[in-house]
């Protein structure tokens, strides 16, 4: 009897845990055609998955039309900037599905598409006469693409950014590149993705290189693989922290700077938290996850009983915010080239905490069941207080960085990880970085105070290991996990004691959905010798990655920063954590509740 009570209540958390999957199932269409044509292409999807953009045209070449798709209108054609004929193309939509992006015309110009307004050009670049749009964000009030123009008297392509204030804005190349184009934006519009290409105005000999553009940093290179000489960076999540693209013939990601190898296929596109990526291989549409790694689409569909008899699913372009809704294009049963979409049910896995809560209940649960056969009391405020304690350590987990398993590390290349704690630490030079005067190249040094013998004059000094910048260098930080975390206090100081000034630290955060929160730290001018903790503002919580850079990082040697001792918090448990929780507390409830009543629960 009380073996069966034990078993049904373990039961109730299991179905709970399971039930919270989303029971989406699998499904599957082709989207049709604009009116009279008889083939089509999709390469963009809305974050919620229901408006789709990309063109309708003849299986032959001829002239293509910028299409928009939703399951209400179907496949409806767009039209063409003035002369009204032609040829446009839709590449992107924003993510609430309001506005699509794309070229029309000869030579190309760059359209912005809203249904009260109608195709709208958005011009060129200065002395440029042809421009591309590749990416929009959440809301369609920024555009992203490259453009012809003029570099030192010579034609190039630069990547821009615009808006409906500012026009388009070229971005600039690379250090001793002339070329560039974007290829994603955030959610936000603040960060900026593509790669840069051609080391000289008049030949384009060079391996290109994926780059991350702020107003903060400008164009940053993010490097390459192991062995590898090029790199392009083709999308980036919502949140502004994931980059996708490859390097090499391999699929990439980069993280806070660290670029991480997902195998052999071209990626495409990513969902809003960068968990799934989707793109393709050879001539084959696949989604990658990181529980799953590299899977194809079609055979995820066939193998949960999708017919899809006759179809060749060619390539994924896009993916909803959720990771649940994908589109591409493929072959269809008639032989014609269609665009397709597919939806496949969210592998929502709960996360390490909430296991151990459901583990937490089960323990429970079975020394409720052994203290019965004592016919002990269990319950009281005392047990609810012990238990509360137990679950505490899961509900947040505080740590401080103290860079001691660093000491002597020094570090001389962009991009340089390294993790402590189970946070990542990306090393990064700025767009105008300079090495110190003296000409050693170093970027950073995390040392103990000996390090101060190779200070002049000398560096501040905490009596333990410290991390120690360069000017024109930032720091960023992240969780290995990708989880949130929250940034609580930090002790900082200027590098240089001798130094009669003070240094103002830019301390700024990503946050989980999307924008920033910042603040500023002034430290005690030189003299008053090493460092200070500081407090951080109580908005620092929910953040995925943070970046320590200061106010002036070019002017040597007074803005050269220090740090240490960086206190954080992990997040508090998702929602189906606290769930947990109280269906713990719920069951063990229903336990006393029955031993108070003694009634039989099961037959012999």
């Given at each position: 009897?009380?073996?069966?009570?034990?078993?049904?209540?373990?039961?109730?958390?299991?179905?709970t845990i399971f039930s919270s999957v989303p029971s989406n199932a699998q499904n599957f269409e082709g989207l049709g055609f604009a009116a009279g044509y008889n083939a089509s292409r999709?390469?963009?999807?809305?974050?919620?998955?229901?408006?789709?953009?990309?063109?309708?045209?003849?299986?032959?070449?001829?002239?293509?039309?910028?299409?928009?798709?939703?399951?209400?209108?179907?496949?409806?054609?767009?039209?063409?900037?003035?002369?009204?004929?032609?040829?446009?193309?839709?590449?992107?939509?924003?993510?609430?599905?309001?506005?699509?992006?794309?070229?029309?015309?000869?030579?190309?110009?760059?359209?912005?598409?809203?249904?009260?307004?109608?195709?709208?050009?958005?011009?060129?670049?200065?002395?440029?006469?042809?421009?591309?749009?590749?990416?929009?964000?959440?809301?369609?009030?920024?555009?992203?693409?490259?453009?012809?123009?003029?570099?030192?008297?010579?034609?190039?392509?630069?990547?821009?950014?615009?808006?409906?204030?500012?026009?388009?804005?070229?971005?600039?190349?690379?250090?001793?590149?002339?070329?560039?184009?974007?290829?994603?934006?955030?959610?936000?519009?603040?960060?900026?993705?593509?790669?840069?290409?051609?080391?000289?105005?008049?030949?384009?000999?060079?391996?290109?290189?994926?780059?991350?553009?702020?107003?903060?940093?400008?164009?940053?290179?993010?490097?390459?693989?192991?062995?590898?000489?090029?790199?392009?960076?083709?999308?980036?999540?919502?949140?502004?922290?994931?980059?996708?693209?490859?390097?090499?013939?391999?699929?990439?990601?980069?993280?806070?700077?660290?670029?991480?190898?997902?195998?052999?296929?071209?990626?495409?596109?990513?969902?809003?938290?960068?968990?799934?990526?989707?793109?393709?291989?050879?001539?084959?549409?696949?989604?990658?996850?990181?529980?799953?790694?590299?899977?194809?689409?079609?055979?995820?569909?066939?193998?949960?009983?999708?017919?899809?008899?006759?179809?060749?699913?060619?390539?994924?372009?896009?993916?909803?915010?959720?990771?649940?809704?994908?589109?591409?294009?493929?072959?269809?049963?008639?032989?014609?080239?269609?665009?397709?979409?597919?939806?496949?049910?969210?592998?929502?896995?709960?996360?390490?905490?909430?296991?151990?809560?459901?583990?937490?209940?089960?323990?429970?649960?079975?020394?409720?069941?052994?203290?019965?056969?004592?016919?002990?009391?269990?319950?009281?405020?005392?047990?609810?207080?012990?238990?509360?304690?137990?679950?505490?350590?899961?509900?947040?987990?505080?740590?401080?960085?103290?860079?001691?398993?660093?000491?002597?590390?020094?570090?001389?290349?962009?991009?340089?990880?390294?993790?402590?704690?189970?946070?990542?630490?990306?090393?990064?030079?700025?767009?105008?970085?300079?090495?110190?005067?003296?000409?050693?190249?170093?970027?950073?040094?995390?040392?103990?105070?000996?390090?101060?013998?190779?200070?002049?004059?000398?560096?501040?000094?905490?009596?333990?290991?410290?991390?120690?910048?360069?000017?024109?260098?930032?720091?960023?930080?992240?969780?290995?996990?990708?989880?949130?975390?929250?940034?609580?206090?930090?002790?900082?100081?200027?590098?240089?004691?001798?130094?009669?000034?003070?240094?103002?630290?830019?301390?700024?955060?990503?946050?989980?959905?999307?924008?920033?929160?910042?603040?500023?730290?002034?430290?005690?001018?030189?003299?008053?010798?090493?460092?200070?903790?500081?407090?951080?503002?109580?908005?620092?919580?929910?953040?995925?990655?943070?970046?320590?850079?200061?106010?002036?990082?070019?002017?040597?040697?007074?803005?050269?920063?220090?740090?240490?001792?960086?206190?954080?918090?992990?997040?508090?448990?998702?929602?189906?954590?606290?769930?947990?929780?109280?269906?713990?507390?719920?069951?063990?409830?229903?336990?006393?509740?029955?031993?108070?009543?003694?009634?039989?629960?099961?037959?012999?």
């Amino acid at each position: 009897m009380r073996s069966g009570l034990v078993l049904g209540v373990a039961a109730l958390f299991l179905a709970t845990i399971f039930s919270s999957v989303p029971s989406n199932a699998q499904n599957f269409e082709g989207l049709g055609f604009a009116a009279g044509y008889n083939a089509s292409r999709a390469d963009g999807v809305s974050a919620d998955g229901s408006v789709v953009a990309g063109l309708s045209g003849p299986q032959v070449v001829g002239s293509d039309q910028a299409s928009r798709w939703t399951a209400a209108t179907g496949m409806v054609g767009l039209g063409f900037l003035p002369p009204a004929t032609g040829t446009s193309w839709a590449l992107a939509v924003s993510g609430d599905g309001s506005t699509v992006v794309g070229n029309s015309g000869s030579p190309d110009q760059v359209f912005r598409w809203t249904a009260s307004s109608g195709m709208a050009g958005l011009g060129y670049l200065p002395t440029g006469g042809s421009s591309t749009a590749n990416a929009v964000n959440a809301d369609g009030s920024v555009v992203v693409g490259a453009g012809a123009t003029t570099v030192n008297g010579v034609g190039a392509q630069l990547a821009y950014r615009w808006t409906s204030s500012t026009g388009m804005v070229a971005l600039g190349a690379l250090p001793g590149m002339y070329e560039s184009i974007a290829n994603g934006v955030s959610a936000n519009g603040a960060v900026v993705v593509g790669s840069s290409d051609c080391t000289n105005a008049t030949s384009c000999l060079s391996s290109p290189q994926a780059f991350r553009w702020t107003a903060a940093h400008g164009m940053v290179g993010l490097g390459f693989l192991p062995g590898q000489t090029s790199s392009t960076a083709s999308a980036i999540s919502a949140n502004g922290n994931v980059v996708i693209g490859n390097s090499g013939g391999e699929a990439v990601s980069w993280i806070g700077g660290a670029i991480s190898d997902l195998g052999t296929f071209s990626a495409n596109a990513v969902n809003a938290d960068g968990s799934v990526i989707v793109g393709t291989t050879g001539l084959e549409a696949d989604i990658w996850t990181e529980a799953n790694g590299l899977k194809s689409v079609q055979n995820l569909l066939v193998a949960d009983g999708v017919n899809l008899t006759g179809w060749e699913l060619i390539a994924a372009t896009g993916v909803s915010a959720d990771g649940s809704v994908i589109v591409g294009f493929g072959t269809d049963p008639q032989g014609l080239r269609e665009s397709w979409l597919a939806q496949l049910p969210i592998a929502a896995v709960p996360e390490p905490s909430t296991w151990a809560m459901m583990l937490i209940g089960f323990a429970g649960i079975g020394f409720i069941s052994y203290r019965r056969r004592s016919k002990r009391i269990l319950f009281g405020s005392t047990s609810v207080a012990v238990l509360i304690i137990e679950l505490a350590p899961i509900c947040a987990s505080a740590n401080v960085i103290t860079f001691e398993q660093e000491s002597g590390l020094y570090i001389a290349t962009d991009g340089y990880t390294f993790v402590d704690n189970g946070y990542r630490f990306v090393f990064g030079q700025g767009p105008n970085y300079q090495p110190p005067s003296g000409g050693n190249g170093g970027a950073a040094l995390v040392g103990e105070p000996g390090v101060t013998s190779i200070c002049s004059p000398p560096c501040s000094s905490n009596g333990t290991s410290a991390y120690y910048s360069d000017n024109g260098a930032f720091l960023t930080m992240s969780q290995i996990s990708g989880s949130a975390f929250s940034l609580t206090a930090v002790d900082a100081a200027q590098v240089f004691t001798t130094l009669n000034s003070s240094l103002d630290l830019n301390i700024i955060g990503q946050v989980t959905g999307g924008g920033t929160v910042s603040t500023v730290l002034t430290t005690t001018p030189g003299g008053a010798d090493q460092f200070t903790t500081y407090t951080l503002p109580s908005n620092f919580v929910d953040l995925l990655s943070v970046e320590f850079v200061t106010a002036n990082p070019y002017a040597y040697p007074e803005n050269e920063f220090a740090i240490d001792n960086i206190e954080v918090t992990s997040a508090v448990p998702e929602p189906s954590t606290w769930a947990m929780l109280l269906l713990g507390f719920a069951g063990i409830g229903f336990m006393a509740y029955r031993r108070k009543s003694k009634p039989a629960l099961m037959a012999a």
